[in-house]
C-alpha cells in the first residue's frame, strides 16, 4: 500500500513521500458574501455554441480488459423479476430548451442536481435554477457566474462563465453546495474552482462564495463534489497547460469555514497519471460516518476498484493523511467503445455518441445504515455487442469488501452515463441514458431491494423518452448525471439527465424525475440533527446546541440522546435526556481551564431500540482572552494647595494581552489637573499621574477613577486625594 503521511501545509513536505504522489498543496480561497439569489439579475450569456473537447484519461493498460472472448461472469443478460415496485414515477422538465428563456449554447450539458428540504437545484452548462419538488420554477435560470458577482466583476469567477457545475445539498447542515469551474483566465489569472455555500436551507437566499486557485499551469478538469462530515471533497483530472495528464487531484475543503462564513483553506494531494476518474465519497442519510472514520476516494484500474483513505484532516495546522490504493479486484471487464470513445448510436442518424468508460460515474453515495457501511458506483462497460452499466457494492470501506457487483445489460440497447443512490432501508436505485440504432436517447431507471439476488437489477422502468437524436457531428452527450436522496424521507431518489425533444444539435432538454421504491418509507423511523452547525468557546466557558428528532412514518418510540468525541476536561448534558416521538433537547456542553484548544467533532446519536442514527457539530475551543489589569499605588496621597504629587499606575498583561491602553481620569477636584506620563501603555507596564494643586483650590478630600481602555475592554481603579 501507498502511504503519505501528516503532511504540514506551511512548508508543502511531506513526512514521506512514496513515488507517484506529489506533495500536499494548502490553498486559501478568495472570500464574498453574496445578496439573495432572488435579487440576483442574471449575467448575460453571449458565448457561441461550443462543444467542450474531451479529455480522455490516457491511463495505457489500467482501464480494465477482459481477454477476448471472455464472458462476464456477472453479466445480467435477463431481469430477475418484474419491474420494482414504485409509488409512481413522477418528472418535469429542468433546465433545456424552451425553460425560462433558456438556450443551449454548449454541449454536453454536465447535468446534474440536487434535492433539499423543499427546493430542487439543478445546474447544467451554463446556467443554474431552483424548483419547488412539484416542479415548479422559482428562480432562474441563472448563469452560473451570476452566483460570484459578490467576489468582484472583474475576477475571473466573475467574469467568465466555464461550466462544469455541480449542484450538492449538505443534509447535516441544511445548506446548499454549488460549484463551477473557472478556465478562461487559467494560464494568467490561474485555474479556480468557484464553490458557493447558502447561508440558509433556502436556495433563494445569499449564499458564502469561494474562489480556490490550482495556478497557471493546473487545468483543473472534471471537477467532482463529495459532502463528507468534516469536509467537502474535490476531485480533478489535471491537464498540464489544458493538454497533457498529470493525474487526478484529492482535495479537503474547509466545510466549517465555509458553512459559517469564514475565510477557507483546501488541502490537495496531487496522484501520478497512474490514476484518474477518481470519485470522492458522498454521505447519503442522516447517520453521520462513525466517529474518525476516513474520507473515501475511488477509481478503477485494471480489473480492479482502487480506493483511497484521506485521515487527520486538521485545517487549523493544514495538515492530512492520504494512504492507498487498497485494490479490490472485480470481474473483467473492458472499458466500453474502446476505453471510454464514441460508439452509442441512435436512431435515424449516423452521429454516434460519447461514453466517458474512461471513469467512474458520478456519484460515490456512501451510507452509514448502523449495522454497516456501504458505497454504490457504476461505470459503462463493453456487454456483448452493445454497451451496459457494470455496478458495485462495497462494504466495510475501511476494510473494503466487494459485497456484490453486476453487468446490467438484459438486451441490445445500449445503457451507459449511470449514477446511483441508496434509501435507508437498502433499496438501490440506478438511473442511465439509452439509446440504440432503433430508439432516440432517453431516461430509464432500475433497482434493486436487499432480499433480491446478489448482483442483480429489477427489469427497467422510463422517466422520459426522446423524441429526437443528436446530429450534426455532435458526439459530446452528458458526462454525467446524478441522483439525489430526498432529505426529507430518506426514501426519494430524484434523477436527472439529458434527452432531445427533436432531432438537432445544441438543443438538449433536461428533465427531472423521482420515483420510490414502496418497501422504503413503510416502517417507522426517526431522523437526529443539530443546529447551529458550529459554536465556539473559550477555555472554561458553555455553549449549547439543539438536537432535533424527527418522527418518519408515525414514528412513536422513545429516543435516547448521547453525545461522543468531546475534548479532554469537557462535559455535555442533555435536557431532556431523551425525546418521545420528536421533538427538540439542548445539549449544554461545559470546558474547563485544562480543555486544550482547538476544533473537535461531536457527534450526537439519537437510539431507539436497535435503531440508531447520529449527526455531528462542530466545537470550537479557543485559548483564554487576553486581557489586562489595572492597579495604581499609593492609593490616597495628601498635597498642599500649591503643590504637586505623583500616583503610579500599573498595567498588567493577562493570557498574553498586547494592545494598547489609553488612561483617563475622572473626579479630579477643581482647580486640580491630572496628566498622564505616558498616556498608554502597550501591553504592560506604569505610567505616572501627575496631580498639579492649585492655591485656589478647596482643602478635603475626594476619590478620583483612574480608566484604562483598549478597544472593548475597560478596567477602573480608584485613588484618593487629599487636599491640604
Not at 282 to 288: L, S
Not at 299 to 309: C, R, S, T, V, Y
Not at 541 to 551: D, I, L, P, Q, R
Given at each position: 500500500m501507498l502511504a503519505i503521511g501528516s503532511l504540514m501545509a506551511q512548508t508543502g513536505k511531506a513526512a514521506s513521500s512514496p513515488k507517484n504522489f506529489g506533495p500536499a498543496e494548502v490553498t486559501r480561497a478568495d472570500f464574498a458574501k453574496t445578496i439573495a439569489v432572488r435579487d440576483m439579475v442574471s449575467m448575460p450569456v453571449t458565448a457561441p455554441n461550443h462543444e467542450k473537447p474531451l479529455h480522455v484519461l490516457p491511463r495505457k493498460g489500467v482501464t480494465g480488459v477482459a481477454a477476448p472472448g471472455t464472458i462476464d461472469p456477472v453479466l445480467q443478460t435477463a431481469t430477475n423479476r418484474a419491474a420494482p415496485t414504485v409509488g409512481g414515477v413522477s418528472s418535469f422538465d429542468g433546465v433545456g430548451v424552451g425553460l425560462g428563456g433558456f438556450t443551449p449554447n454548449s454541449a454536453p450539458p454536465d447535468t446534474n442536481m440536487a434535492v433539499g428540504a423543499t427546493q430542487v437545484v439543478q445546474w447544467v452548462n451554463t446556467s443554474f435554477a431552483v424548483f419547488s419538488k412539484a416542479g415548479a420554477l422559482l428562480s432562474g435560470p441563472l448563469a452560473g457566474n451570476t452566483l460570484f458577482q459578490a467576489l468582484g466583476a472583474s475576477h475571473p469567477c466573475a467574469a467568465n462563465n466555464d461550466g462544469d457545475p455541480i449542484a450538492q445539498y449538505d443534509k447535516a447542515a441544511n445548506r446548499w453546495v454549488l460549484s463551477q469551474l473557472e478556465i478562461t483566465q487559467g494560464s494568467t489569472a490561474g485555474f479556480m474552482e468557484c464553490v458557493a455555500v447558502s447561508q440558509t436551507s433556502d436556495a433563494t437566499g445569499a449564499f458564502n462564495v469561494y474562489a480556490f486557485n490550482y495556478g497557471t499551469v493546473d487545468f483543473n478538469d472534471y471537477p467532482k463534489m463529495g459532502v463528507w462530515n468534516n469536509a467537502y471533497l474535490f476531485t480533478y483530472n489535471i491537464f498540464a497547460n489544458g493538454s497533457t495528464f498529470s493525474g487526478p487531484k484529492l482535495c479537503a475543503l474547509d466545510r466549517t469555514a465555509m458553512l459559517n462564513g469564514a475565510a477557507a483553506t483546501q488541502i490537495c494531494f496531487q496522484l501520478s497519471t497512474s490514476f484518474g476518474g477518481v470519485l470522492p465519497s458522498?454521505?447519503?442519510?442522516?447517520?453521520?460516518p462513525p466517529a474518525g472514520s476516513p474520507a473515501y476516494f475511488l477509481?478503477?484500474?485494471?480489473?480492479?476498484?482502487?480506493?483511497?483513505?484521506m485521515t487527520n484532516i486538521n485545517f487549523t495546522a493544514g495538515t492530512a493523511?492520504?494512504?492507498g490504493p487498497t485494490n479490490i479486484p472485480v470481474a473483467a471487464f473492458t472499458a466500453a467503445c474502446n476505453g471510454g470513445g464514441t460508439c452509442i448510436p441512435q436512431l435515424g442518424v449516423p452521429q454516434q455518441l460519447d461514453s466517458l468508460?474512461?471513469?467512474l460515474m458520478y456519484r460515490l453515495a456512501y451510507r452509514n445504515f448502523g449495522d454497516h457501511e456501504a458505497l454504490v458506483v457504476n461505470h459503462s462497460i463493453t456487454a456483448g455487442s452493445s454497451v451496459g452499466i457494470r455496478w458495485y457494492e462495497i462494504r466495510s470501506p475501511a476494510s473494503p469488501v466487494l459485497f456484490q457487483q453486476g453487468t446490467f445489460a438484459p438486451d441490445a440497447t445500449f445503457r451507459w452515463m449511470g449514477s446511483m443512490g441508496m434509501d435507508h432501508v437498502g433499496n438501490i436505485g440506478v438511473g442511465y441514458s439509452v439509446s440504440s440504432g432503433s430508439i432516440n436517447p432517453g431516461i430509464r431507471f432500475t433497482g434493486r431491494n436487499p432480499a433480491d439476488p446478489l448482483g442483480t437489477l429489477a427489469s427497467e422502468l422510463?422517466?422520459?423518452d426522446g423524441t429526437g437524436s443528436q446530429n450534426g457531428n455532435l458526439n459530446r452527450w452528458g458526462d454525467y448525471s446524478s441522483i439525489s436522496v430526498d432529505p426529507v424521507d430518506d426514501c426519494t431518489l430524484w434523477y436527472t439527465t439529458e434527452y432531445l425533444k427533436a432531432s438537432g444539435s445544441f438543443n438538449w432538454s433536461t428533465r427531472i424525475g423521482n420515483f420510490k421504491f414502496s418497501s422504503c418509507g413503510t416502517a417507522a423511523d426517526f431522523s437526529v440533527s443539530a443546529s447551529p452547525a458550529s459554536q465556539s468557546v473559550t477555555q472554561g466557558?458553555?455553549?449549547?446546541?439543539?438536537?432535533?428528532?424527527?418522527?418518519i412514518n408515525g414514528f412513536t418510540g422513545t429516543v435516547n440522546l448521547s453525545v461522543s468525541g468531546l475534548p479532554s476536561g469537557a462535559t455535555a448534558s442533555f435536557n431532556p435526556t431523551s425525546v418521545a416521538n420528536s421533538g427538540n433537547s439542548t445539549l449544554s456542553v461545559s470546558?474547563?481551564?485544562t480543555t486544550p484548544a482547538g476544533t473537535f467533532t461531536l457527534t450526537i446519536t439519537g437510539t431507539s431500540g436497535t435503531v440508531s442514527h447520529?449527526?455531528?457539530v462542530t466545537l470550537v475551543v479557543q485559548g483564554p482572552n487576553p486581557d489586562f489589569s489595572i492597579s495604581v499605588s499609593p492609593t490616597s496621597l495628601s498635597v498642599a494647595r500649591g503643590a504637586s504629587g505623583n500616583y503610579t499606575v500599573n498595567i498588567g498583561a493577562v493570557n498574553g494581552f498586547t494592545g494598547t491602553v489609553s488612561l483617563s481620569v475622572s473626579g479630579v477636584p477643581g482647580h486640580v489637573t491630572a496628566t498622564f506620563n505616558p498616556a498608554s501603555v502597550s501591553g504592560s507596564g506604569n505610567s505616572t499621574l501627575t496631580v498639579a494643586v492649585s492655591r485656589k483650590a478647596s482643602t478635603g478630600t475626594q476619590t478620583m477613577t483612574i480608566t484604562g481602555a483598549s478597544g472593548s475592554l475597560s478596567h477602573s481603579a480608584s485613588a484618593s486625594l487629599t487636599i491640604q
Open positions: 458522498d454521505i447519503d442519510g442522516a447517520t453521520a477509481d478503477f484500474g485494471a480489473n480492479q476498484l482502487e480506493l483511497f483513505k493523511t492520504l494512504t468508460a474512461d471513469r422510463t422517466i422520459q466557558a458553555g455553549t449549547s446546541y439543539t438536537t432535533t428528532v424527527g418522527a470546558t474547563s481551564s447520529s449527526t455531528t
